[in-house]
């Protein structure tokens, strides 16, 4: 049974800043990537980025470039999420998700690629 539990969300005024955490566990947990996706009320989920666990190359979606930096833990299968410059826009559920084995570049954004996800931590940016 593999388990992904985020950290870290809450109320941050605009231009603010959170980092997320995600702790993958799990019996023989391993992955070739993490990614963060999130879900505002009356929307679809949405790719935020990802990491590949091996080299560490990320991708991000265009609204967060700039502003959001995914990096590993020095401990064992834990991914973070450092969002700077938060606007209310980005106001959402942010979910962390584990990819178990290489589908292609398109499914590292497509959150029909990931196998496991976390029960998610709200973020809310207040204007």
């Known amino acids: 049974q593999v388990q992904l539990v985020e950290s870290g969300g809450g109320l941050v005024q605009a231009g603010g800043s959170l980092r997320l955490s995600c702790a993958a566990s799990g019996r023989t947990f391993s992955s070739y990537a993490m990614g963060w996706f999130r879900q505002a009320p009356g929307k679809e989920r949405e790719f935020v980025g990802a990491?590949?666990?091996?080299?560490?190359?990320?991708y991000y979606a265009d609204p967060v470039k700039g502003r959001f930096t995914i990096s590993r833990g020095n401990a064992k299968n834990t991914v973070y999420l450092q969002m700077n410059s938060l606007e209310p826009e980005d106001t959402a559920v942010y979910y962390c998700?584990?990819?178990?084995?290489?589908?292609?570049?398109?499914?590292?954004?497509?959150?029909?690629?990931?196998?496991?996800w976390g029960q998610g931590t709200q973020v809310t940016v207040s204007s």
């Open positions: 990491i590949t666990w091996t080299v560490g190359v990320t």
């Open positions: 998700a584990a990819q178990r084995s290489y589908s292609g570049r398109s499914a590292l954004t497509d959150k029909r690629g990931y196998d496991y």
